[in-house]
Structure formats: structure tokens, C-alpha cells
């Protein structure tokens, strides 16, 4: 029930938000709530709000205001940040967050929301799809209908927050991210894969990574990506790198965030999936099967001591896994 109000990510606030990091996952369009998302309630642009359109408007962004106010105080605040906007857009009617999409060219999948509250702001977004981004309000001091819904979001956030995320683990090549992506999608949640994540997060795909970087480097980048998916998702499905939670302090991240399922999955079967894929660096090697084979014994005793369930997934269709785990 409460689930339509989830955003997809939190932050404590609009200016820690790495848009690097969504441009990379191919958004395009910026939609602003204003009000306590960019400035303290009825404040004019700031600097900080100045330069954060112009950081955006460089990365490529096109981004609109959407703002229940009237147009005078919306006028206000874009003169110097010379946005798209949309004044009255009556939040969290659909209406004004289709304009906006009109404004900035974008569709659904381009397009992501940032705003301070969940009952317009962030209803609003999910009902269309949106990638959601709700930030803690600015300045405590607010009107007194906006004080009322505060308590009332708090219970929703609560519930939200006490929302265990699904994380996936298991040698490449048992399902973990086609399986993650369809279970979440079905219960409409987000989908994170943790090396989609990183290579978002550097604009660098993971074997150049390990190329030019090493791997020491690259898993120490999966801690700190797990530290930070710990604190801006709930209620997330989360697949993760094959080699990740072989580290004792991820495999600890991991148990603290939420179930962990054990995807497993046999050699011939994992060399059959991978058959004709280059990407995988641990597999550049003369035997492939001898490799996978002695992986997989490696890692089996680590894999069932990180989770808390472990599925086989051999004959079984990504479509069966997910009817399982839903
Ligand atoms: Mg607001």
C-alpha cells in the first residue's frame, strides 16, 4: 500500500547527488521541485543553485522546474538559473511532469525527479515511472499544511527505511542480473547491478578497470559502492559482481542490507551462458572450463557463508527463478 510513495534513491541533500553517475545510466531530462529542493522555502537562486544548473546544462542535462507555486515566485527563482519551467503544475497530478518531459525532449526512461516530498513531489513520479530521487527538505521552518503532511510522511518513510533490500550473489554466468532485473520488475522496485553501477559511477567499463587500474583497485570500489547503496537505496534489488562478496567486510555489507540469495549454478552450464562473451577478464584464459571449475570451488564455501538462502539454478528458466523468489 505504502509502496507507491517509495522514491528509488534518498539523499540528505539536492547538492551531494552524483548526476555524473545518471548521465551515465542514460538520463537525459532533470525535473526540480524548487521549494526546500534547491533553496529554503521562497528563497531567490543561490549560488550554490546557480552553479549546480550550470554543472548540469555542462554534463548535457536538460532540466525543467516544476513547482505548485504561482508564476511570479517561479519567475523569481529561475532568473538566474534560466531553466524550463512549469508554474501551478499541480503536483502530484500527471500533467505537469508530462510537460516537462515535453520541454526537455525525454522520455520516461530519460527522465528522473528531484523533490522534498513524498506525497506530491514523489507520487507524483512514480505514478508515470520516473526515476525518483527524493532529498531531505532544506529548512525545517514550513507552512502549516506542508507540517501536517511531514508527520504523515515520516510514517511512510519509516516503513520505507525498515525495507530490506533482495541482493543477489553467485559465480558470472548464474542469472544474477537477468533474474534481479525481472523481480524487480515485477514488484516494482529498483534494480541496481553492481557493476553496471561502478562502471556508471567512472564512466569506465569494468574490464578497463581491471586493465588499467587492477583488481585490488576495483574491489575496493565495490566496498565503497556498497557503502553508498546502503545509504541512498531501500527495497532495492541488487545484483552483484561474481567476485564481491568473497571480501569478509562486503559479505558483512551485504547481511546488513538484506536477504542475500545464493544463485548456483553448475560449470557447464555457466560455460554454455558465457559461450562468445569477451568482457569477462577472469575468463581471458587458454582453458575457460578448467578456470570456471576451480573458481567455483574457490568461491562455493564463501558464496554460502555470505547468504542467507541459496537457490540452483540449473534447468531453470530466468522466468522459473523469479516465480520462486517472488
Ligand atoms: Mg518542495
Redesign the pocket.
Given at each position: 500500500m505504502l509502496q507507491r510513495f517509495y522514491p528509488d534513491y534518498i539523499y540528505n541533500s539536492t547538492y551531494e547527488i552524483d548526476f555524473h553517475y545518471y548521465y551515465n545510466t542514460g538520463i537525459r531530462g532533470i525535473i526540480f521541485?524548487?521549494?526546500?529542493?534547491l533553496v529554503p522555502h521562497g528563497a531567490d537562486a543561490d549560488e550554490r543553485a546557480i552553479v549546480l544548473f550550470e554543472k548540469l546544462r555542462q554534463i548535457g542535462f536538460s532540466t525543467c522546474l516544476l513547482s505548485n507555486n504561482k508564476e511570479p515566485r517561479v519567475l523569481r527563482f529561475n532568473q538566474l538559473i534560466q531553466s524550463e519551467y512549469i508554474y501551478k503544475a499541480g503536483k502530484p497530478g500527471q500533467k505537469g511532469y508530462q510537460r516537462a518531459m515535453e520541454c526537455m525532449g525525454t522520455s520516461i526512461e530519460q527522465t528522473m525527479f528531484v523533490?522534498?516530498?513524498l506525497f506530491t513531489?514523489v507520487w507524483g513520479a512514480k505514478k508515470l515511472g520516473i526515476t525518483c530521487v527524493l532529498v531531505r527538505p532544506i529548512h525545517p521552518k514550513e507552512e502549516i499544511q506542508i507540517v501536517l503532511k511531514r508527520y504523515l510522511e515520516r510514517i511512510v518513510l519509516r516503513s520505507y527505511c525498515k525495507k530490506k533490500d533482495t541482493i543477489l550473489i553467485g559465480f558470472m554466468g548464474t542469472g544474477k542480473s537477468t533474474i534481479g532485473k525481472l523481480l524487480a520488475q515485477q514488484q516494482h522496485r529498483l534494480f541496481i547491478d553492481t557493476d553496471a553501477y561502478i562502471e556508471a559511477k567512472e564512466g569506465c567499463s569494468i574490464s578497463d578497470i581491471f586493465e588499467q587500474k587492477g583488481e585490488d583497485y576495483f574491489r575496493s570500489l565495490e566496498t565503497k559502492v556498497l557503502g553508498e547503496l546502503n545509504r541512498v537505496t531501500h527495497n532495492a534489488v541488487i545484483a552483484t559482481g561474481g567476485g564481491l562478496p568473497l571480501r569478509r567486510e562486503n559479505a558483512e555489507l551485504l547481511s546488513g542490507m538484506g536477504e542475500v540469495i545464493y544463485l548456483q549454478t553448475s560449470a557447464d552450464t555457466i560455460l554454455e551462458r558465457l559461450k562468445g562473451d569477451t568482457t569477462r577478464p577472469l575468463l581471458n584464459t587458454e582453458n575457460p572450463r578448467e578456470r570456471i571449475e576451480q573458481l567455483l570451488l574457490e568461491r562455493d564455501e564463501k558464496y554460502m557463508a555470505a547468504s542467507q538462502k541459496k537457490l540452483v539454478t540449473d534447468g531453470f528458466s530466468a522466468e522459473e527463478i523469479v516465480a520462486i523468489l517472488d
Amino acid at each position: 500500500m505504502l509502496q507507491r510513495f517509495y522514491p528509488d534513491y534518498i539523499y540528505n541533500s539536492t547538492y551531494e547527488i552524483d548526476f555524473h553517475y545518471y548521465y551515465n545510466t542514460g538520463i537525459r531530462g532533470i525535473i526540480f521541485d524548487i521549494d526546500n529542493t534547491l533553496v529554503p522555502h521562497g528563497a531567490d537562486a543561490d549560488e550554490r543553485a546557480i552553479v549546480l544548473f550550470e554543472k548540469l546544462r555542462q554534463i548535457g542535462f536538460s532540466t525543467c522546474l516544476l513547482s505548485n507555486n504561482k508564476e511570479p515566485r517561479v519567475l523569481r527563482f529561475n532568473q538566474l538559473i534560466q531553466s524550463e519551467y512549469i508554474y501551478k503544475a499541480g503536483k502530484p497530478g500527471q500533467k505537469g511532469y508530462q510537460r516537462a518531459m515535453e520541454c526537455m525532449g525525454t522520455s520516461i526512461e530519460q527522465t528522473m525527479f528531484v523533490g522534498d516530498q513524498l506525497f506530491t513531489d514523489v507520487w507524483g513520479a512514480k505514478k508515470l515511472g520516473i526515476t525518483c530521487v527524493l532529498v531531505r527538505p532544506i529548512h525545517p521552518k514550513e507552512e502549516i499544511q506542508i507540517v501536517l503532511k511531514r508527520y504523515l510522511e515520516r510514517i511512510v518513510l519509516r516503513s520505507y527505511c525498515k525495507k530490506k533490500d533482495t541482493i543477489l550473489i553467485g559465480f558470472m554466468g548464474t542469472g544474477k542480473s537477468t533474474i534481479g532485473k525481472l523481480l524487480a520488475q515485477q514488484q516494482h522496485r529498483l534494480f541496481i547491478d553492481t557493476d553496471a553501477y561502478i562502471e556508471a559511477k567512472e564512466g569506465c567499463s569494468i574490464s578497463d578497470i581491471f586493465e588499467q587500474k587492477g583488481e585490488d583497485y576495483f574491489r575496493s570500489l565495490e566496498t565503497k559502492v556498497l557503502g553508498e547503496l546502503n545509504r541512498v537505496t531501500h527495497n532495492a534489488v541488487i545484483a552483484t559482481g561474481g567476485g564481491l562478496p568473497l571480501r569478509r567486510e562486503n559479505a558483512e555489507l551485504l547481511s546488513g542490507m538484506g536477504e542475500v540469495i545464493y544463485l548456483q549454478t553448475s560449470a557447464d552450464t555457466i560455460l554454455e551462458r558465457l559461450k562468445g562473451d569477451t568482457t569477462r577478464p577472469l575468463l581471458n584464459t587458454e582453458n575457460p572450463r578448467e578456470r570456471i571449475e576451480q573458481l567455483l570451488l574457490e568461491r562455493d564455501e564463501k558464496y554460502m557463508a555470505a547468504s542467507q538462502k541459496k537457490l540452483v539454478t540449473d534447468g531453470f528458466s530466468a522466468e522459473e527463478i523469479v516465480a520462486i523468489l517472488d
